[in-house]
């Protein structure tokens, strides 16, 4: 089995893994059905917040996989000195390269603190 697919495996089970290609400089947008999600991209992109026009559910954790396909960096910006909705403290920029991992839980003002980083990069 596959790193992408362990991963999925033991964060999501069997049920079905969205697929996310994310834009530069855009908020990244994660469905409120899913908790785990697969990164697609075709370059290196940079993502300054999740879910800053969304519903906040402080609690929830998501897991944001890279997929092995990634032709580039996904970078999620560190804003440890803000609070603002949908930023992310991670006391630096986390970078997911091939097969890369992180779970982040958001807070109740709806920005987001890491949980976990995996570098799984062969």
Avoid: Y
């Amino acid at each position: 089995m596959g790193a992408v697919a362990r991963m999925k495996s033991k964060a999501g089970g069997s049920k079905a893994t969205p697929i996310i290609t994310p834009v530069t400089t855009v908020d990244l947008s994660l469905l409120e059905s899913s908790d785990v999600f697969v990164l697609t991209n075709g370059g290196a992109v940079t993502i300054p917040t999740i879910n800053a026009n969304m519903p906040i559910h402080a609690g929830r954790t998501v897991t944001l996989i890279c997929d092995t396909s990634a032709t580039g960096d996904v970078t999620i910006t560190d804003n440890s000195a803000t609070t603002t909705k949908g930023q992310v403290s991670c006391g630096g920029d986390i970078v997911l390269d091939q097969t890369d991992a992180c779970m982040l839980i958001q807070r109740a003002d709806g920005h987001w603190d890491e949980l976990s980083l995996a570098n799984n990069t062969p």
